[in-house]
């Protein structure tokens, strides 16, 4: 899969992307990712990125022309990207079905803004779609262009060594996860749930399932609607609730 990030701080957007699984699927070739400097796309002496609201009011709009001569180039040295991607605070909400949906796209350009916002015809002309990845404020679309590369690039068949992890995530099945443990067998008084410890693997099967129902009926039961349940899962759930 190839992904372009279009930044005014590319370090920030490098460093995000070179550890962990990211970082290794990039290294194996997995991940074509390149970040771009949207000051190398400038054209004057002090590479100027933003300029002063028309209308007036407070801060600093970006330019249109460097994202025009960033994606410009990208097309030229890369190809044609099936989804522009704007970051933006006023975009459709990022999910994981969102992501299993631009894990289907061969090539992917985001769009960071920075100050007040971008200038409305790179919005226009150039974004095929607007993220946003929650309803708080940040300071840049860097961190939120991160957060999608992590959760589309984990569903890049091999960029996850273990496809099953990948398969039982919790959100995969709609569902939270299941409380986990490893050694010691009790710590500071506490001790693990006996069943783990049993090597009876149906029961253990059966107890992870129902802890997960439980938490998400505790936490998150707007999650219940949609998850994917099985006949005993909504079974439980109906005498849970009695
Ligand atoms: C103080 C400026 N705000 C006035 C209502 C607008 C605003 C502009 C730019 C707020 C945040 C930003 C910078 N944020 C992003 O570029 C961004 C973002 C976010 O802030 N929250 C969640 N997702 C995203 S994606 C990009």
Redesign the pocket.
Known sequence: MKIDVITIFPAMVDAGLAEGVVGRARTSGLLDIVVHNLRDFTTDKHHVVDDVPFGGGPGMVMKPEPFFAALGAIRAARGTPGAVIL???A?ERFTQQGARRLAGVAHLVLLC?RY??IDERVREALATEE????D??????EV?ALVVIDAVARLVPGVVGDEQSVEADSFTRGLLDYPHYTRPAEYEGRPVPEVLLSGHHAEIRRWRREAALQRTQERRPDLLATAALDADEREWLKRSKS
């Open positions: 970051m933006s605070p975009g803004g007040e916002g993220i946003s990845i929650g708080y404020v940040l300071s840049g679309g939120p």
